[in-house]
């Protein structure tokens, strides 16, 4: 059984960082994309980043770039993003998302499996 669980999320200020983990159970991790999305109240779900199986692609919303960074680390089942000068209408809940091949796709058909979500605000 595949299980993704997040953590990492809480209450920061505009400029400030924070640094969200995903822990992947019950697969071979290093074969799979993963990705970030992220909803905010009354939203759609929404894309953020996507890493390749391999962490050689990264993809990432144009609202993210320059700001937020993906990262992965195989031999511990993890994938991360980094985020920095985070702003207010970054406030959502974060999810992670498993990938059902080994690239970074944009759309959310292209997961299979999803976390609980992790809530980040950011005050102003």
């Known amino acids: 059984q595949v299980r993704l669980v997040e953590s990492g999320g809480g209450l920061v200020q505009a400029g400030g960082s924070l640094r969200l983990s995903c822990a992947d159970s019950?697969?071979?991790?290093?074969?799979?994309?993963m990705g970030w999305f992220r909803q905010a109240p009354g939203k759609e779900r929404e894309f953020v980043a996507a890493?390749?199986?391999?962490?050689?692609?990264?993809n990432y919303a144009d609202s993210v770039k320059g700001r937020f960074a993906i990262s992965r680390d195989n031999a511990k089942n993890t994938v991360y993003l980094q985020m920095n000068s985070l702003k207010p209408e970054d406030t959502a809940i974060y999810y992670c998302?498993?990938?059902?091949?080994?690239?970074?796709?944009?759309?959310?058909?292209?997961?299979?499996?999803w976390g609980q979500g992790t809530q980040v605000t950011v005050s102003s």
């Open positions: 019950g697969r071979s991790f290093s074969r799979f994309g």
């Open positions: 998302a498993g990938g059902r091949e080994g690239g970074a796709p944009s759309a959310p058909s292209r997961y299979d499996y």
């Open positions: 890493i390749s199986a391999y962490g050689s692609t990264s």
